[in-house]
Structures are given as C-alpha cells and as structure tokens.
Nanobody, 119 residues
Framework: QVQLVESGGGLVQPGGSLRLSCAAS????????MSWYRQAPGKERELVAR???????NYADSVKGRFTISRDNSKNTVYLQMNSLKPGDTAVYYC?????????????WGQGTQVTVFS
C-alpha cells in the first residue's frame, strides 16, 4: 500500500513562510527521486522542486531563492520550505515519487495540500 501524505498547507500573508511535509510509505523511499508539484485553478500542473537520491536539487525559476526542498530518508519524509511567499504561489501542492532506474516505471502521487497566500 503506497502512500504519500502531504501536510503543512494553509493560509499565509504575502512574505510569510510555510513548510510542507510529505510522509511516504509502501516503497523504498531512499531509492526514489522526490518532487513537489503545484497546480493553481485553470493552470497546468508544474514542477516546483525535485531532490534526487543523491541529494541534488532542482527548482523552478519562479521559486529559486525562496523555496528549499529537502529529504530525511530515516523518516521517509520530503519537505518543502517556502519563504517569502507571494500570491502567485497559491495552489494545491502535490508530492511525487519516481525511480531513477529506467526499468522501474511505477510512480506515485500524494493527495495534495492547499497553500493560499492572501492579504
């Protein structure tokens, strides 16, 4: 039973901070790339940040310098620290897992957590 359970979303004012968490179970967490995606109403789902099994990270240009992705393999958890939040960051944020091994085709999505940035 694979599960990715996001938490930590909420309502914050512009300039505020949130930390999202994604707790994983049912697969070998340390062997998977972990990502955060987001989707705003009427927009396509977009990649926000990704952390590889090596710890290497990638970020969307729109969040560079403000967001930090990290992982704790001992806790099977990936985090997204979001600082200096803007109204444009409002979206449902999804946790995603995929294997870097080409022969492993399974990937997994969380249920999403709402982030709203408001005045």
């Amino acid at each position: 039973q694979v599960q990715l359970v996001e938490s930590g979303g909420g309502l914050v004012q512009p300039g505020g901070s949130l930390r999202l968490s994604c707790a994983a179970s049912g697969f070998t967490f340390s062997s998977y790339f972990m990502s955060w995606y987001r989707q705003a109403p009427g927009k396509e789902r977009e990649l926000v940040a990704r952390i590889a099994t090596s710890g290497s990270t990638n970020y969307a240009d729109s969040v560079k310098g403000r967001f930090t992705i990290s992982r704790d393999n001992s806790k099977n958890t990936v985090y997204l620290q979001m600082n200096s939040l803007k109204p444009g960051d409002t979206a449902v944020y999804y946790c995603y897992a995929n294997s870097p091994i080409l022969t492993i085709l399974e990937d997994y999505w969380g249920q999403g957590t709402q982030v709203t940035v408001f005045s």
